[in-house]
């Protein structure tokens, strides 16, 4: 597989980012019901209110990620002096290509340009793939943030200090 580049997202990609983000949580869900893979889906809304960036593979968008910088009304547990990111997403194929590593380091490139001395962010407890990452980064588990958005939905909640 080439090189991995990571870039701020056009909005002819804006679909394509949409599927993979789907794609990589659809195990998670609970069935063509859920209504967060229309949230999931919905890049154009986050591009607009947050900053969405994808992982980019001969021209073919494999993975995308929302950086919620000050002020985004995207930002969950952030505190003030902390960025966070969400919806951290690799296509399934591509997958161990180092683009979700990428795409988090971004994030916290961002974070430090606002002015960030750390980072925060939520995952549940089955996105094991997205916790090593986490763990190779730095992150430590931050179980007295942890925290349920809607009923039956437990997020476990991450940091770095940087």
């Not at 983000?21 to 659809?26: G, L, M, N």
Request: hydrophobic letters at 40%; a negative charge; one cysteine or more.
């Amino acid at each position: 597989m080439s090189r991995v580049e990571v870039r701020r997202i056009r909005p002819d990609e804006h679909e394509r980012a949409g599927d993979v983000c789907v794609a990589a949580y659809d195990p998670l869900l609970t069935g063509a019901e859920d209504d967060y893979r229309e949230r999931l889906h919905d890049v154009a809304t986050r591009d607009a209110q947050a900053e969405v960036w994808v992982a980019v593979v001969d021209d073919r968008v494999v993975g995308v990620v929302t950086y919620c910088p000050p002020g985004s009304p995207w930002r969950e547990i952030g505190r003030d002096e902390e960025g966070e990111f969400r919806m951290l997403a690799v296509d399934p194929a591509a997958q161990g290509t180092g683009a979700g590593t990428a795409l988090a380091r971004l994030c916290e490139e961002r974070a430090r340009e606002h002015g960030a001395t750390g980072m925060a962010l939520s995952s549940l407890a089955a996105m094991r793939a997205a916790h090593s990452i986490y763990s190779r980064l730095g992150y430590a588990r931050e179980p007295g943030r942890d925290w349920s958005p809607v009923a039956g939905v437990d997020l476990l909640a991450f940091s770095k200090a940087f």
